[in-house]
């Protein structure tokens, strides 16, 4: 697992190094002859990697689809389920296999290997009389079968790496309940835009509250809001565990006076306000490593103050309101009649400042410096191509002969015209080249996906593409097609 990541940059990082060597000791057992990591030379298994990766390039296309046909035949018994007499598709049937943990930004627990997840680590949940789905490993079984039809889950199993969460399966994202379910999520998030000002408000003057209770739910709120944290250790299927605010530790914060924080999970710093970072500081005052920073406050206490300021009021409903609320109003305000490469910039521009606020990070390719050289000789190239073709063209203009190319064959003559649109040509493709070169380097730390699936309205979207003529396909892929239909008659007027 570690041999094969040779390239990336998680392979330099020391907290990735530290936690991969100590959960693979474990492994090896006390008395295993490797003792230090500096010691291992995975090269072999690299280049073992390399050669299978290259087995898999040479195989011919028909080989290609064999596989694939194979590997869906075995899957499709997986992929579907019925609810309510109605076949419906299974989102994620598939369990994610051992690795080793990579993370946000710079998390701690980067490197940390993630077990194999055996059919006794799943609980499944199917109706009453209904046949027990087939164990894929013989000898193996379920760890339970239960049958709940109050919730949408079909399995779960604890998360390999933060053991109190769990992963779940759930139907497709295009299936109808789930199409139900985001519609509800997000206008109840709309309903944040009445409430929003007040909150802010009731907070901000609890800042400096005597009742250390109080500022510290005010506080936590605060970061909610403005950072986008948890409430406590709950987070989403799919996503890192960054930490909440009730398992917050005094270690896990840093205070940069005068209005600067620093999360050890996010990886960097972020502006607050000076209040906050001063009531920060007096929760960490006397406190020793590893003492919770809201000594005053639990999940039960922080989530019941969240649903008195708004009826099921939830820091996802925080985070998807200013996500969506970002999103709408940088697009009402950008976006103007340019090209349609230029909408799709804004557009791009607008999510990457939604991954900020939601601090949906991702590390710089290793590749990234190579792709943007090659992109450059590639656009300078095509305009050494468009200024041969201007000279031509003023040759011809003047009756002159537009003489040979480099290897000595003469240059057949051509009408105006044609070079004229072959130069225009070349200019769409240059524009077009440099404007994907400024979103790739825009874009290379920003996970934009994330933010898409979870926390954007895609009415805001759809409603933006038709208002601008912009195909929905160049913003949503196929899958986030499907999963929205529900949304494709939204009016073009509409606003979060």
């Not at 605010?245 to 000076?274: A, R």
């Amino acid at each position: 697992m570690f041999a094969v990541m040779k390239d990336t940059n998680y392979a330099v990082k020391q907290t990735f190094i530290e936690n991969f060597f100590t959960d693979w000791r474990k492994i090896l057992g006390k008395n295993h002859i490797i003792k230090k990591f500096e010691l291992c030379d995975f090269t072999p298994i690299y280049e073992w990697h390399l050669r299978e990766k290259e087995k898999k390039k040479q195989m011919t296309t028909e080989e290609k689809k064999a596989l694939r046909e194979e590997k869906l035949k075995q899957e499709e018994k997986y992929m579907w389920a019925v609810v309510d007499g109605v076949k419906e598709k299974v989102g994620n049937f598939r369990v994610e296999p051992p690795g080793l943990f990579r993370g946000c930004g710079e998390h701690p627990k980067m490197g940390k290997l993630k077990r194999r997840i055996q059919p006794s680590d799943i609980t499944i949940n199917i109706g009453k009389g209904a046949p027990v789905p087939e164990c894929p490993i013989p000898g193996e079984c379920w760890k339970e079968v239960k049958h709940d039809n109050t919730v949408t889950w079909l399995a779960f199993w604890n998360d390999p790496i933060s053991k109190k969460d769990f992963k779940y399966a759930f139907l497709a994202a295009s299936s109808s309940l789930k199409g139900q379910s985001d519609k509800e999520k997000y206008e109840k998030s709309r309903k944040l835009k009445d409430h929003i000002q007040t909150i802010r408000d009731n907070y901000t003057k609890d800042f400096i509250s005597k009742d250390v209770t109080k500022r510290q739910i005010a506080v936590a709120t605060y970061l909610i809001d403005k950072l986008a944290l948890r409430a406590g250790n709950e987070k989403d299927n799919g996503e890192a565990d960054t930490g909440g605010c009730c398992t917050l530790k005094v270690d896990n914060v840093t205070c940069i006076s005068p209005n600067k924080l620093q999360l050890d999970f996010m990886g960097n710093t972020v502006e607050i306000e000076e209040l906050v970072c001063k009531a920060i500081e007096c929760f960490h005052a006397g406190k020793k490593a590893g003492a919770a920073l809201f000594d005053k406050l639990d999940t039960t206490t922080l989530d019941a103050h969240l649903n008195d300021l708004m009826p099921g009021l939830t820091a996802e409903v925080f985070r998807t309101y200013n996500a969506s609320i970002t999103l709408d109003g940088i697009l009402h305000e950008e976006t103007e009649d340019g090209t349609l490469l230029e909408k799709i910039d804004v557009y791009q521009r607008a999510n990457k400042e939604v991954a900020i606020i939601c601090n949906h990070q991702c590390c710089v390719s290793k590749s990234h410096d190579a792709q943007m050289s090659r992109v450059n000789e590639k656009i300078d190239k095509l305009k050494g191509r468009m200024d041969e073709l201007k000279v031509d063209l003023s040759k011809v203009m003047e009756g002159r002969s537009l003489g040979n190319y480099k290897d000595g064959k003469p240059k057949r003559n051509l009408a105006p015209e044609v070079i004229e649109k072959k130069i225009s040509t070349l200019e769409s493709k240059i524009e077009k080249m440099e404007i994907d070169k400024k979103i790739k380097e825009d874009l290379k730390t920003a996970a934009l996906g994330t933010s898409k699936i979870k926390y954007l309205d895609p009415r805001i979207t759809l409603s933006w593409c038709k208002r601008h003529e912009v195909p929905f396909e160049k913003i949503f892929n196929k899958s986030l097609l499907a999963k929205y239909k529900w949304a494709m008659d939204v009016d073009p007027d509409f606003r979060f």
